[in-house]
């Protein structure tokens, strides 16, 4: 990426961020599950997510105790998720949880970085 990565991360080379921003301006992510996720009885290999707002974590503790990490992390993913496959959402905490744990997994990793990353911004 072209902008300055915060401290630690400077060899960082982002799996899941890509250099375009989703259109509110927030870094935006791509990545492929291995497993998919099933929607409306159809696969969905392809995902694409935004980095959180502070309203997202407000909101996702509605549906999630911060103090439950993995369901809050999950309620959390719904919200930054804008796109799985053709699927423009909404995303819920059930279709997440449906999820094999490899696809959460890279869900996760994509979470993560987008937060890493976005915090230089």
Do not use: C, W
Not at 78 to 98: E, S
Request: charge should be negative; charged fraction near 30%; aromatic fraction near 8%.
């Amino acid at each position: 990426m072209a902008k300055e990565k915060p401290d630690g991360l400077k060899d960082y080379k982002p799996v899941y961020v890509i250099e375009e921003k989703a259109e509110d301006g927030r870094l935006l992510a791509r990545g492929k599950f291995k497993h998919g996720m099933l929607i409306k009885g159809v696969k969905h290999l392809d995902f694409e997510m935004v980095e959180a707002l502070s309203e997202d974590n407000f909101n996702a503790e509605k549906d999630a105790s911060a103090n439950n990490v993995l369901t809050f992390n999950g309620a959390l993913m719904a919200l930054q998720l804008r796109k799985v496959g053709t699927f423009d959402g909404p995303f819920t905490l059930d279709l997440i949880g449906r999820l094999k744990p490899g696809d959460y997994n890279r869900l996760r990793a994509a979470q993560m970085e987008l937060d890493v990353l976005g915090e230089g911004e």
